[in-house]
Structures are given as C-alpha cells and as structure tokens.
C-alpha cells in the first residue's frame, strides 16, 4: 500500500503564505516526480506544480512566481510555498507522486481558503 499525506491547509488572508507538505509512506522502490494540483468547485483539477528526482521543476500556466515546489532530503516529501495568496487560489490542493513501475497515486487533499 502506499499513502499521501498532505498537511499545511487552513483560512487565510489574502496576502497571507501558506507551506503545503506532503509525504510519501508505504511499498515502492522509488520515486520519479511528485506534484501539486488543485481543483476550486466548478472547476477541473490544473496543475500547479511538479518537481522530477533530479529536481527539475514544471510549473502549471500563471503559477510561476508566488508558488515554490521543493522536495525534501529524503525525496519521499514534496512542500509547496504559496505567497501572496489571492482569493482565487481558494481550491483543494492535491498531492501527487509517480512512483517506478507502479504509476500515480494521489493524496486526499487539503482545502486552502483565502478570505477576509
């Protein structure tokens, strides 16, 4: 079984950061990227961004510049910074991981709300 745990969701002001994490658990033998996507109600889940285990970054359209992807010393964890967070961004953001010779597994989610 392999798991994903995001963490790091919650209310915010706009103009507020927020530091997603997730982390990678269970039976696999390695990693070849992770990512973040989101999705807001009534809309299809988009890219935000997504780093391979050579640290090469891939960055969805108009993500570039307030979102920061990085992965961790153990490679099994991915962080997202957000600055600058605007109401749009309000979406749950999903943590996705390719794993070698098993495909995509997805995280549960956590909701990110930007608000007054």
């Known amino acids: 079984q392999v798991q994903l745990v995001e963490s790091g969701g919650g209310l915010v002001q706009p103009g507020g950061s927020l530091r997603l994490s997730c982390a990678a658990s269970g039976t696999f033998f390695m990693i070849n990227s992770m990512g973040w996507y989101r999705q807001a109600p009534g809309k299809q889940r988009e890219l935000v961004a997504a780093i391979t285990r050579d640290d090469i970054t891939n960055y969805g359209a108009s993500m570039k510049g307030r979102f920061t992807i990085s992965r961790g010393n153990a490679k099994n964890t991915v962080y997202l910074q957000i600055n600058s967070l605007k109401p749009e961004d309000t979406a749950v953001y999903y943590c996705?991981?390719?794993?070698?010779?098993?495909?995509?597994?997805w995280g549960q989610g956590t909701q990110v709300t930007v608000s007054s």
């Open positions: 996705n991981a390719e794993l070698y010779g098993l495909g995509n597994r």
